[in-house]
Each structure stands twice: as C-alpha cells, then as structure tokens.
C-alpha cells in the first residue's frame, strides 16, 4: 500500500510562482513513475507532469516552459515548480505514483491551487 501526502498548495496572484511537494511511503521497493495531475471544477483529471526513475520527463503542453517537475529519488519525494501561473491553472492538484512495475495508480488526496486577483 502506497500513502502519498501533498503540500504546498494555495492562493497566488497571475504571474506568480509556487511549489508543490508529494511525498510517497508505505510498502513497496521502488517507485517507477511519479508526478502530478490536475482536476477543475466540472472537468476531467489529467496530466500535468510525470517524471520516471531514469529522469525522463512529460509534460502537457499547457504547461510546458512554466513548469518543472523534479524528483528527490531517496526521499521518495517529487516537486513541481509552477511559473508564470494564469488562472486557467486554478484547479486541485493530485500527486500521482506507480511503483513496483505495477500499473495501478496510487493518488493523494490533493492539494487546491487557486490563481486569482
């Protein structure tokens, strides 16, 4: 079983900046893919970022050249640095893993990302 606990959501101004952390534990060996989905109001969940254990990284394309998803592999530990943040960004935001070759999703609980004036 995979726990996995966001942080660093909540309210910013267009034009700036914030940084989410999502940390894994539980049992398993090792984690395959990790990274960030996103879910506004009435919409669908999707992609935002992932990063898999070799370092490769996928990116939506509404976000591409804003943010940056990063890995800190022997704390079990994936941030996203979120840029230039429009109000279309506004949504809460899941962290997301797979571990152990499986391809089950393992969620969070989400973290609220709101950018108004």
């Known amino acids: 079983q995979v726990q996995l606990v966001e942080s660093g959501g909540g309210l910013v101004q267009p034009g700036g900046s914030l940084r989410l952390s999502c940390v894994a534990s539980?049992?398993?060996?090792?984690?395959?893919?990790m990274g960030w989905y996103r879910q506004a109001p009435g919409k669908q969940r999707d992609l935002v970022a992932l990063i898999a254990s070799g370092g490769q990284t996928n990116y939506a394309d509404s976000v591409k050249g804003r943010f940056t998803v990063s890995r800190d592999a022997a704390k079990n530990t994936v941030h996203l640095q979120m840029n230039s943040l429009k109000p279309e960004d506004t949504a809460v935001y899941y962290c997301?893993?797979?571990?152990?070759?499986?391809?089950?999703?393992?969620w969070g609980q989400g973290t609220q990302v709101t950018v108004s004036t």
């Open positions: 539980g049992s398993f060996f090792r984690i395959n893919v």
């Open positions: 997301n893993a797979k571990v152990d070759g499986h391809l089950y999703n393992n």
